[in-house]
Nanobody
Framework: QVQLVESGGGLAQAGGSLRLSCAAS????????MGWFRQSPGKEREFVAA????????YYADSVKDRFTISRDNAKNTVYLQMNSLKPEETAVYYC????????????????WGQGTQVTVSS
């Protein structure tokens, strides 16, 4: 059973940057597609970015393309989300999740969610 723990959230000013990390337990991390999602109060969880098992393919929500970068280090069992040019409307709890098959943008296709890390962007 893979457990995921997110970190790196906090307070950033609009236009600023944060780097989120998601550390996974278990020996099979390198076989999973990994995704980042976010959820703000009163809204549904939304897809942010995903990366294939070997990092060879990435996919982004249109709203974050060219500002966010997802990456992974399989030797460290960790996936990252570098967030630049942050906007106040991106204030949310950010979650990572794993998937055994290929990249999708649907939250219900992913399993083993972390507890989330709060990102707050001030204007």
């Amino acid at each position: 059973q893979v457990q995921l723990v997110e970190s790196g959230g906090g307070l950033a000013q609009a236009g600023g940057s944060l780097r989120l990390s998601c550390a996974a337990s278990g020996r099979t991390f390198s076989s999973y597609t990994m995704g980042w999602f976010r959820q703000s109060p009163g809204k549904e969880r939304e897809f942010v970015a995903a990366i294939s098992w070997n990092g060879g393919r990435t996919y982004y929500a249109d709203s974050v393309k060219d500002r966010f970068t997802i990456s992974r280090d399989n030797a460290k069992n960790t996936v990252y989300l570098q967030m630049n040019s942050l906007k106040p409307e991106e204030t949310a709890v950010y979650y990572c999740a794993k998937r055994s098959l290929g990249i999708t943008t649907t939250p219900s296709d992913y399993s083993s969610w972390g507890q989330g890390t709060q990102v707050t962007v001030s204007s």
